[in-house]
Antibody
């Protein structure tokens, strides 16, 4: 069935880096744009980044611009989020999500990132 | 950046009643590129509506979206107990894409 499987979360010190992965199955990954969305503890949803289906375009939230990089491997059917210079305010559950006609119609289960010394 | 404002912050409704949620944008949203999501507990969000008024696959017809430009609504007809959740609007007409702060729907 259509699903997204996430990995890579954990506890990391401020200023360090972390890579999140999101593996896709059950659909043609290369046909869909993909998003990262995060949710800080007790807070609402915050859009993080989007990448076009073929990787040609990438856009970021101002809060992560220059520190986070979204990428994809359409051979491995995997989406990535490389997070550098992590801050306490980056602590959140991170979700990957598939684009369908603009909406995010399939979501991963989320992975928790905690930035703390 | 397009700022989305949702009202009310919390809505308390009885089963069988209608719930109307509002989402207002600080700028006109291109081509009505607005979506609605439902999030229950600690689960991932679920897409309800895209393109302002098109229901996503498998979404009951009790849920309907409307509006255009800067003012949008999500209507839940005949509210059921399992509709207790936080509902978010999100615009994808202009980057950075943004979410509203959410409306919490409580069932009496």
């Amino acid at each position: 069935q259509v699903q997204l499987v996430q990995s890579g979360g954990g506890v990391v010190q401020p200023g360090r880096s972390l890579r999140l992965s999101c593996g896709a199955s059950g659909f043609t990954f290369s046909n869909h744009g993909m998003h990262w969305v995060r949710q800080a503890p007790g807070k609402g949803l915050e859009w993080v980044a989007v990448i076009w289906h073929d990787g040609t375009n990438k856009y970021y939230a101002d809060s992560v611009q220059g520190r986070f990089t979204i990428s994809r491997d359409n051979v491995k059917d995997t989406l990535y989020l490389d997070m550098d210079s992590l801050r306490a305010e980056d602590t959140a559950v991170y979700y990957c999500a598939r684009v369908l006609k603009g909406g995010m119609d399939v979501w991963g289960p989320g992975t928790t990132v905690t930035v703390s010394s | 950046e397009v700022v989305l404002t949702q009202s009310p912050g919390t809505l308390s409704v009885s089963p069988g009643e209608r719930a109307t949620l509002s989402c207002r944008a600080s700028q006109k949203i291109n081509s009505d590129y607005l979506a609605w999501y439902q999030q229950t507990g600690g689960q991932a969000p679920r897409l309800l509506i895209y393109g302002a008024s098109t229901r996503a696959a498998g979404i009951p017809d009790r849920f309907s979206g409307g509006g255009s430009g800067t003012d949008f609504t999500l209507t839940i007809n005949r509210v059921e107990p399992e509709d207790s959740a936080v509902f978010y609007c999100q615009q994808y007409g202009r980057t950075p894409f943004t979410f509203g702060p959410g409306t919490k729907v409580e069932i009496k």
